[in-house]
């Protein structure tokens, strides 16, 4: 085992992820070139040293690949499939895709042995489990209790559920998490004011509770696979039949329990895997490096040095370190590092886009060469920045800009036209969501027959009629002055009325099987042949529709498991069938309209105009997908920010460390945390970066209060954009 599994240990971009795909051809290369190899016993050709001979002796190679975030997945996925000609394709994936896929295929073995109901597991979406954890739990979560938290009951139950994610991504039991937070209890957090027993009892009635019905989250799903799939002989003894190879990039963001799958592999087999020190992205979110990084002693090391000959790293790091460690060092940054400093955050966006429009319209770079890296990007900060980049002509890549589902004036409108059909939902509708309503299913390309904001208001004034059951949008004639509207607005506001009256028609015939039929049938009818058929529409209405299919397939397995129970009792009245449905889809609005519901608007590789655009992205998006740029501005660079985890780190996450197993958090750990984190993120930047890094700082925040984070020292110590102009050297 020590000489045939390899782990690949080196900074950014010093090509790990190349030395992984060489392996994985190195394995299947042996068997392309002689074909008896892999099948036979035979072989004419000198076995590789680094491969066992039991190797070749296998049927098929399985190789388990893994990443460690769905982007990466795909983009390793692609690699190896070019690097082999497309002869061995593979399926690779996460860590908690892996257990997902897991614990469904072997399904029966946990009914076996957990005695559970003989059902198809349904997985919970996060905003999903949220919702049903709250209503199991809300009789228990008093008023005096959370305000003795000082925190919303919202809030309360996620960091509870992320409790129960943390500990089983670190291999604990869920029943051990009460010991682990009695250890750690600490006067500095009122969340520790809850009895920790009270704690493991909620976790355990959630987590009884869904097997009951056949649920299952990401924590429960990863408790069942620690706890109950890597006990089992029968699945231990399948899993080396399936799988003689794993190749696992970034190994660094894994969590803890994926080092007993690791090293069950490699027993038999082989494995290998690469480990960034730099790259440490997800701890606070189930990572743990430091357990991880004890593979390394079952395995044949490559260290790679070197790192990429374009990057600013052998330059700058040294330096940079140095000033942050030791603020008072008297040093300046060459001209390949400048700032950009004013004293308002407005004023500091302004100049940002401008230096960026100037250096671009010159042909100095291209706007796919630049990338705006903040510690933390707010709406505001985002919208005024793409619009500012917009006006110039110039495109904006935001990577992974989750916007939310009800922040569209379509899926608002699809919304309305529900209340409008399905009874008891008049509440949820007003005039201004009938107007918007009609201006956005009224448009279509090439067609003039629409309705505008103008002509839509006086509609919603004087033909929508309110009721809290059965809400009416009346014939356009009930205006006395009708013949204002015109005959464009008139003639598309009675496709919509007479559209309406035919889905009524059908909900009353029972022809509309669930909401879910109903959103199919308004998206063909109003947008399938309207200008919305762009990418970013498409991506909503998509989430949508999977949204809404997840919602009523969750409330389906609900009813058919109370309607079991009530077995013994008389059938369920109509009346009480149709409350029961109306109740459904006023909680699905509800939840849309608490924007927990999103939706990436961008392709997941650039095309058209995105394929030379500006990327703009936070620090965490940044380096978790890995991304390089000749020029990089690092907004921000004042703020306190730049060293702390932010919704990048789980409270608890600390407590679930392998190597701290149960100890506190101090203070003193918290500012060693921090310090490690920000040489981390310089560390991985500068080996993202090849030619200039802009530092732009403004005094002041946009909370008005004043910037003094930790690369301040940098910025001091830099050229700023207007000395430079000025001839004044460094």
């Not at 109901?117 to 349904?122: D, E, R, T, Y």
């Not at 991880?292 to 700058?316: H, K, V, Y």
């Not at 003639?491 to 009353?508: P, V």
């Not at 002041?700 to 050229?719: F, H, P, Y």
Request: charged fraction near 20%.
């Amino acid at each position: 085992m020590l000489n045939h599994s390899l782990w690949i240990e080196g900074p950014s971009r010093s090509g790990k992820t190349q030395r992984l795909v060489e392996q994985f051809c190195i394995w299947v290369n042996d068997r392309d070139d002689n074909k008896q190899i892999f099948y036979t016993s035979k072989s004419t050709k000198k076995n590789n040293p680094n491969i066992p001979k039991s190797f070749y002796l296998q049927k098929e190679l399985g190789v388990l690949v893994l990443a460690a975030n769905g982007d990466n997945r795909r983009e390793l996925g692609d690699k190896i499939v070019t690097a082999t000609w497309g002869k061995y394709p593979v399926k690779a994936k996460t860590p908690l895709g892996f257990f997902q896929d897991e614990v469904i295929l072997f399904w029966p073995v946990l009914i076996e042995s957990l005695q559970l109901k003989a059902q198809f597991p349904v997985r919970l979406r996060p905003e999903t489990e949220q919702e049903l954890a709250t209503k199991l739990w809300h009789s228990r979560l008093s008023e005096e209790m959370l305000r003795n938290i000082g925190m919303n009951e919202s809030r309360l139950v996620r960091r509870i559920l992320d409790l129960m994610q943390l500990a089983a991504l670190s291999g604990t039991p869920c029943e051990n998490i009460p010991d682990i937070l009695t250890r750690v209890i600490s006067q500095q957090d009122n969340f520790t004011k809850l009895e920790p027993e009270f704690i493991g009892s909620l976790l355990l009635d959630w987590l009884n509770w869904c097997l009951d019905k056949g649920f299952l989250t990401y924590g429960i799903i990863t408790e069942l696979y620690g706890q109950h799939l890597l006990s089992n002989h029968n699945y231990l003894s399948r899993l080396k039949k399936r799988y003689q190879a794993v190749l696992a990039d970034d190994v660094q963001d894994y969590p803890a329990l994926m080092r007993r799958l690791f090293e069950l592999i490699i027993d038999d087999g082989m494995g290998a895997f690469s480990y960034n020190p730099d790259g440490i992205v997800r701890l606070g979110l189930g990572a743990d490096p430091n357990y991880i990084s004890g593979l390394a002693e079952l395995c044949r090391r490559e260290i790679l040095t070197q790192p990429p000959i374009s990057s600013l790293s052998d330059l700058l790091l040294n330096s940079m370190t140095q000033l942050i460690t030791e603020p008072m060092t008297l040093l300046s940054l060459p001209l390949s590092v400048q700032s950009i400093q004013t004293t308002s955050r407005a004023s500091l966006l302004q100049e940002t886009v401008e230096t960026i429009v100037k250096s671009i319209k010159s042909g100095i770079v291209q706007p796919k060469e630049i990338a705006i890296i903040a510690p933390g990007l707010d709406a505001i900060a985002r919208y005024s920045l793409i619009e500012k980049f917009h006006q110039a002509g110039i495109a904006v890549n935001s990577l992974q800009d989750q916007r939310p589902l009800i922040s569209s004036p379509l899926i608002r409108a699809l919304l309305t036209l529900l209340t409008l059909v399905y009874p008891g939902l008049g509440r949820l509708v007003d005039r201004d969501a009938i107007a918007s309503m009609l201006v956005v299913l009224s448009r279509k390309p090439n067609n003039d027959e629409f309705i505008d904001p103008v002509r839509a208001g006086l509609i919603a004034d004087y033909c929508f009629e309110p009721h809290p059951d059965n809400p009416n949008l009346l014939s356009v004639d009930t205006f006395e002055r009708w013949d204002r509207l015109g005959y464009a607005a008139t003639t598309a506001y009675g496709k919509i009325l007479k559209w309406l009256e035919q889905q009524r028609s059908n909900y009353e015939k029972r022809l509309i099987p669930t909401p879910v039929s109903f959103l199919y049938n308004a998206i063909e009818y109003f947008i399938s042949d309207t200008g919305y058929s762009n990418y970013e529409q498409l991506a909503i209405l998509r989430q949508l529709l999977e949204t809404a299919q997840h919602y009523w397939e969750i409330d389906t397995r609900l009813n058919q498991y109370y309607s079991t129970q009530k077995s013994s009792q008389e059938q369920v009245t109509e009346v009480i069938e149709k409350q029961d449905k109306t109740t459904t889809i006023a909680e699905f609005i509800l939840l849309l309209r608490q924007g927990t519901i999103t939706a990436s608007p961008y392709p997941i590789r650039p095309i058209g105009p995105l394929a030379n655009a500006v990327t703009l992205a936070t620090i965490f998006q940044y380096r978790s997908l890995r991304h390089a740029h000749p020029w990089h501005f690092w907004l921000d660079a004042g703020s306190p920010l730049w060293t702390k985890g932010g919704a990048a780190t789980l409270f608890g996450s600390m407590f679930f460390l392998q190597d701290r197993l149960g100890q506190p958090w101090t203070a003193e750990d918290e500012k060693l945390a921090e310090d490690q984190r920000l040489q981390r993120i310089i560390a991985d930047l500068l080996s993202r970066v090849s030619d200039k890094i802009y530092l732009c700082h403004s005094e002041l925040a946009v909370n008005g209060q004043e910037q003094l984070g930790s690369l301040l020292s940098l910025v001091n110590a830099c050229v700023g954009v207007e000395s430079q102009e000025l001839g004044v050297g460094s």
